[in-house]
């Protein structure tokens, strides 16, 4: 079951990365993520290692990944806004000049 886990993680980064690309820069860091964790699975299922020191480095990276992502997910959704808000402003004082003309 295993091998379906590896082929699941990598067939995701591999659609991320081609399809997704264009969305965020995010989508990188979050593929690369993938593969690592395909290559994680795959590795468990082909050496059978034991879930102790091993299974807690990949637990800690993947608490690492999501707050890496969380953080850059919550920058970029309130630069977004910003640019959005201050777009608006524009708008509304070319309204302003107009109207006054």
């Known amino acids: ?4 886990y590896s082929a699941l993680w990598f067939m995701i980064a591999v ?3 081609f399809k997704f690309r264009k969305e965020s820069k995010i989508v990188y ?3 690369a993520y993938f593969v690592f964790a395909g ?18 480095v990949f637990r800690a990276v993947s608490v690492l990944m999501l707050a890496v ?5 919550f920058l970029e959704k309130r630069k977004t ?9 524009t708008i509304s004082d070319l309204d302003a000049e107009t109207d006054s003309r």
């Open 1 to 4: 079951m295993g091998y379906v």
């Open 15 to 17: 659609l991320l990365f």
């Open 29 to 31: 860091v979050l593929s």
């Open 39 to 56: 290559v994680w699975w795959l590795l468990n299922e082909m050496t059978k290692l034991e879930p102790g020191v091993f299974g807690s």
């Open 69 to 73: 992502l969380a953080v850059t997910y």
């Open 81 to 89: 806004e910003n640019s959005a808000s201050s777009d608006i402003s």
